[in-house]
T-cell receptor
Framework: QTGLTQPPSVSKDLRQTATLACTGS????????AAWLQHLRGLPPKLLSY???SRPSGVSQRYTASRSGNRAYLTITGLRPEDEGDYYC???????????FGGGTRLTVL | VQLVQSESELRQPGASVKVSCQTF????????IHWVRQAPGHGLEWMGR????????TYAPGFTGRFVFSLDNSGITTYLEISTLRPDDTAVYYC?????????????????WGQGTTVSVFS
């Protein structure tokens, strides 16, 4: 399966802003956008943002998704210790006809 | 809306395993169920999807042959069965609800995740 590319790790200070990036292609992110998942230790993944950048009910406004061309972004403001975990981008790939995921970014809040 | 999966399983190579995913809080047959795998130290991998209205499965490349999605007559449970298990099948398996109503769009967002079932395969 064609994957999406994410930096393996990002570290930011408490109360700062982190922007996580996800790079795809015109076959996936460029046409379908990207959803974002939060995967905290010991819990199942949680949808933070749909591919159209809207938030599911109950998701904090501190999480904002956006897209520019074949790249998608998740911005997390006012970082808290509980934000530490893995963040995945995900979308549909038109060519392989499959859902594809990024390799995940581990966010560390210092 | 909640998806509740069966408990962890331990198997020897060559055996089979059946993981269940029970759904609550919505009309089961109105939303497809996807399966996603996470092997140790790896990211998430889409395995495919089951149309919960007609029972029709779609398997991702790499998940054909030994992997079977099914549903039962209770109307709220889907299953993932893996046969001829290998050590590299060791992973956490998640069921995930498709966010589009009516089993209508395999490419739609996946919105609600089960808690995951760990399958460990070793001799």
């Amino acid at each position: 399966q064609t994957g999406l590319t994410q930096p393996p790790s990002v570290s930011k200070d408490l109360r700062q802003t982190a922007t996580l990036a996800c790079t795809g292609s015109s076959d996936n992110v460029g046409v379908h956008g990207a959803a974002w998942l939060q995967h905290l230790r010991g819990l199942p993944p949680k949808l933070l943002s749909y591919r159209n950048n809207s938030r599911p009910s109950g998701v904090s406004q501190r999480y904002t998704a956006s897209r520019s061309g074949n790249r998608a972004y998740l911005t997390i403001t006012g970082l808290r210790p509980e934000d530490e975990g893995d963040y995945y981008c995900q979308t549909w790939d038109t060519t392989v006809r499959a859902h594809v995921f990024g390799g995940g970014t581990r966010l560390t809040v210092l | 809306v909640q998806l509740v999966q069966s408990e962890s399983e331990l198997r020897q190579p060559g055996a089979s395993v059946k993981v269940s995913c029970q759904t609550f809080g919505y009309v089961f047959s109105s939303f497809a169920i996807h399966w996603v795998r996470q092997a140790p130290g790896h990211g998430l991998e889409w395995m495919g999807r089951l149309n919960t209205y007609n029972g029709s499965p779609t398997y991702a490349p790499g998940f054909t042959g030994r992997f079977v999605f099914s549903l039962d007559n209770s109307g709220i449970t889907t299953y993932l069965e893996i046969s001829t298990l290998r050590p590299d099948d060791t992973a956490v398996y998640y069921c995930v609800r498709e966010g589009a109503f009516g089993n209508s769009n395999i490419s739609a967002d996946m919105d609600v995740w089960g808690q995951g079932t760990t399958v460990s395969v070793f001799s």
